[in-house]
């Protein structure tokens, strides 16, 4: 039993006390019971669910492992993580999938759902044992880390997984587009001298896999489809143009697209460094009017950390990816809290999620899993990457102020993370 007194729910200011008990909601406003703790004025909200984060476990704990990205999701806010399979070895054996969640289980931080490969050693040739895959608690099919070159493969894939009930996400670059570029290819590329990846790389990808959806759909119904970390104007329109159709297909949006763009690579940092890259003001700002019209479905960080060794690299040799899962809330609320609001940013990092899924939409009401964040949303803090729990204690947001600071998180009633 745990009692979280002075909290207010979105939207009021009248503080309240909510109670959980054996991993759910027991109610609001009973008299205290168990531990109780002080939410000092907090708003409490469903805990965060994340879609896409790479905790590189197995065989890349160098860069992360569960315990500690875990932990730094919990310190985000987030109850529920979406690992992706690209690991060493890649997640596409049912042992692995039931190891992690064993594993996970035990760490008392986020709750872990595992994502499998869509294909063999994510290599697109060959389904992985999909039935099998689900069955020991593989949360979607994915071969994120790589692009599904092989339209055929891919519709097979779409297809089964169809027939499992399960979603399929898709890293939507054309890799003979993308060639060996290194940032968006535009004017800034072609100033530094840079090799660059061509918005068409992803807009291309889109629109063959939407019309991969649209055969389906013509054939027996519709096969999920969900496209990750979109990055340019043109393929969200593409994206908003299924939708008018009728197709099922969704897409995430993270953070860094909205609040980096290209010009940052002038400073020649891998740190800016990401696939997809960071794109125009323009596609920035497009993405935005995204999430506030709806054709976004949710957020989703790509939490991708590696060594500081191999982001010190020259742009040309170093690793994608930018690591911020601990602070993805607070850098949204501070940058777009007035645009888009307390109640769409929150459904956008925990009701839509679960509707990509077709899990279950977490609320606050009694019966309810007790997986909740108690949210500073005033406060300022400086971003201070030597107090991350990841062990990518970089960021390119280090000495920015943010406000709405997780102050505690809850998963199952238990606490995964309280702020010191």
């Known amino acids: 039993m745990l009692t979280i007194t002075n909290i207010k729910r979105p939207g009021s200011n009248a503080l309240e ?4 008990e054996n991993g759910v909601i027991k109610g609001w406003n009973l008299p205290p ?11 409490v909200a469903p805990a965060l669910i994340e879609l896409h984060a790479h905790l590189r476990e197995p065989g890349q704990t160098e860069k992360e492992d569960l ?37 996970a289980g035990g760490l008392g931080f986020a709750r872990l759902k595992p994502a499998a490969a869509l294909t063999k ?24 880390g790589r692009t599904n070159e092989n339209a055929r493969v891919l519709r ?71 496209v990750q970390h979109l990055s340019t104007a043109r393929a969200l329109d593409l994206v908003r143009e299924a939708k008018a159709r009728g197709l099922p297909v969704t ?50 960080t790509d939490h991708a950390p590696h060594t500081r060794a191999e982001k010190e690299r020259d742009l040309l040799e170093a690793p994608s990816g930018i690591a911020y899962i601990e602070l993805a809330f607070p850098l949204m609320w501070t940058r777009f809290g ?18 990509v899924m077709g899990w279950h939409e977490p609320t606050l009401e009694p019966g309810a899993p007790a997986d909740l964040v108690i949210l500073d949303l005033d406060t300022e803090r400086e971003v201070n990457p030597a107090t991350f729990l990841s062990k990518a204690k970089f960021t390119p947001w280090a000495g920015e ?20």
């Not at 050693?121 to 994120?144: C, R, V, Y």
Request: hydrophobic share 45%.
């Open 17 to 20: 006390t909510v109670t959980a």
């Open 401 to 420: 102020t943010l406000r709405g600071w997780p102050t505690l998180t809850l998963v199952g009633g238990q606490v995964a993370y309280r702020r010191e």
């Open 121 to 144: 050693g994510q290599q697109g040739e060959q389904l992985a044992e999909l039935a099998f895959l689900k069955e020991a608690g593989a949360a979607m099919f994915t071969d994120d």
């Open 251 to 300: 897409c995430e949006v993270c953070p860094h697209h909205l609040t980096l763009t290209d010009e940052a690579l002038r400073s020649f940092d891998a740190l800016y460094k990401v696939a997809p890259p960071l794109r125009t003001q323009a596609d920035a700002e497009h993405l935005l009017a995204g999430l506030l019209d709806g054709t976004v479905d949710c957020l989703a």
């Open 338 to 355: 007035e645009r888009l609001g307390l109640e769409k940013l929150l459904d956008l990092m925990t009701q839509a999620p679960a509707r």
């Open 156 to 226: 097979l894939g779409l297809e089964y997984a169809r027939s499992l009930g399960m979603v399929v996400s898709v890293h939507a670059e054309d890799a003979s587009l993308r060639a060996d570029g290194v940032m968006h290819e535009g004017p800034v590329s072609e100033e530094l001298g840079l090799p660059g990846n061509p918005a068409a790389a992803e807009a291309a990808r889109v629109a063959r896999d939407l019309e991969i959806v649209a055969q389906l759909c013509q054939h027996g119904g519709g096969a999920r489809l969900h």
């Open 33 to 43: 019971e168990g531990e109780v703790i002080d939410g000092q004025g907090g708003t």
């Open 67 to 103: 315990a500690s990205g875990l932990a730094a999701a919990a310190a985000g806010g987030y109850g529920t993580v979406v690992s992706m399979p690209n690991t060493s070895p890649v997640v596409d054996e049912p042992a692995l999938v039931r190891a992690l969640i064993e594993k």
